[in-house]
Nanobody, 124 residues
């Protein structure tokens, strides 16, 4: 079992930055690909970024490429999402997730464990 707790959300002006953290419990965290997803009001949850078990590979949604960076520290059981040049359309609840399937994927159906989410609001 893996439990995930996100933090770092808040209110920021457009063009600003935030860093989200996701703290994981569980001895097998280091072996799981991790992802960040988001859900804006009235919209479906969508993929943002994912990272493989050792941080050597990452994938991003086109909408955040060049602005967001995902990273992980397995010694601290933590995955991060650095968000720069934020836009009002980045406003959403951000969730981290862990996948038991072992491969890097943007398919949220392949993620087994989810955090409760952290709110990010970007004002114009």
């Amino acid at each position: 079992q893996v439990q995930l707790v996100e933090s770092g959300g808040g209110l920021v002006q457009a063009g600003g930055s935030l860093r989200l953290s996701c703290a994981a419990s569980g001895r097998t965290f280091f072996s799981y690909p991790m992802g960040w997803f988001r859900q804006a009001p009235g919209k479906e949850r969508e993929f943002v970024a994912a990272i493989n078990w050792n941080g050597g590979s990452t994938i991003y949604a086109d909408s955040v490429k060049g602005r967001f960076t995902i990273a992980r520290d397995n010694a601290k059981n933590t995955v991060y999402l650095q968000m720069n040049s934020l836009k009002p359309e980045d406003t959403a609840v951000y969730y981290c997730a862990a996948s038991r399937f072992g491969r890097l994927t943007s398919d949220q159906d392949l993620y087994n464990y989810w955090g409760q989410g952290t709110q990010v609001t970007v004002s114009s």
